[in-house]
């Protein structure tokens, strides 16, 4: 497989709220379960069961979460953890987008 199949997917565990709360992970991957069993295997905490995470891929900002991969795991196609925590809002702790910006704190219910 080439390297430039590999796809950028964020692995989270929701706990109820609307955003991605802590931890997650940015997992590049072939494909979505192996983002997700990869992410499963490194996981930060021990009570997390495979079946309780999600996964979202980040195709359509792409470019923006290749500047994090390793470089020599993406030269040779190898599924790998790149960020332990992405980014995150000041003010209410939710991912941010590639373009910086937080989709809860911008959305019309928000303000």
Not at 40 to 52: A, L, N, R, S, T
Not at 72 to 97: D, M, R, S, V
């Amino acid at each position: 497989m080439k390297s430039k199949k590999l796809r950028p997917y964020m692995v989270w565990h929701p706990v109820g709220i609307r955003c991605y709360p802590d931890p997650a992970l940015i997992v590049f991957a072939f494909y979505r379960t192996q983002a997700l069993s990869l992410a499963y295997k490194h996981w930060p905490e021990d009570d997390v069961k495979y079946i309780d995470l999600r996964v979202r891929s980040l195709n359509n900002e792409a470019n923006y979460w290749f500047q994090f991969a390793d470089p020599e795991k993406l030269q040779k196609g190898e599924p790998h953890i790149a960020i332990k925590t992405p980014p995150t809002c000041n003010e209410c702790g939710c991912y941010l987008t590639a373009e910086g910006e937080c989709p809860v704190c911008s959305s019309e219910e928000c303000q």
